[in-house]
């Protein structure tokens, strides 16, 4: 069993793929893998002006708005509009997608996953959840609230906003949030 505890306060900002905005990385599979090499992605966006998103070639996308009104998502010339916080919203990553702000700027948790390669499921949950990584896969969770605790063998690790705990192999331990977390659980493809 691995398990990485990744702070928020540890992540740096970097411009994004298209120079747009900026998002902070959380984890990537393989660890540290490029923009063109990673299997799955987590982010966090900022995003403060309309415009286009990056084109992420064989890549699907979970976006889930965590802080802020939402966007008007056009994908591919579709309109989907993305206003109920905390709804995971799923888009191929290869299709046109421009972004239009609803009522200022937002926070958006990106799930980028090649679909050749892996799958993604994203949830929010709030209480007590058992983290429970597939075989051969891994799980990701995303405090959004101060006071998250993770109960595991090894002790407790408190979790705040934005702190996240990667695990691969068997479960860690509970988690126990104060508010919500995003789960995000990766299988292969």
Known sequence: MTVRILRAADLSPAPWK?????????ATGPEGAGADAFDWRVSLADV????????????DRILTVV???????????????????????????????????LGGPVVNLNVMYRRARTRAETAVVCGTVRLLPPEGGAVLTVSLDDGAE???????????????VLAAGESPGVLRTMGQA????????
């Open 67 to 101: 802080e802020g009104a939402g966007m008007d998502l056009v994908v591919g010339g579709e309109h989907h509009i993305v206003d109920e916080p905390l709804w995971p919203h799923g888009f191929p990553g290869d299709l046109p997608t421009e972004g239009f702000l």
């Open 18 to 26: 298209n120079g747009g905005g900026l998002t902070r990385e959380i």
């Open 150 to 164: 993770l109960e595991s063998v090894g002790g407790d690790v408190r979790l705040d906003r934005y702190d996240a």
């Open 182 to 189: 995003v789960l995000i659980t990766f299988s292969g493809g």
């Open 48 to 59: 403060t002006a309309d415009g286009p998103f990056s084109a992420f070639p064989g890549v």
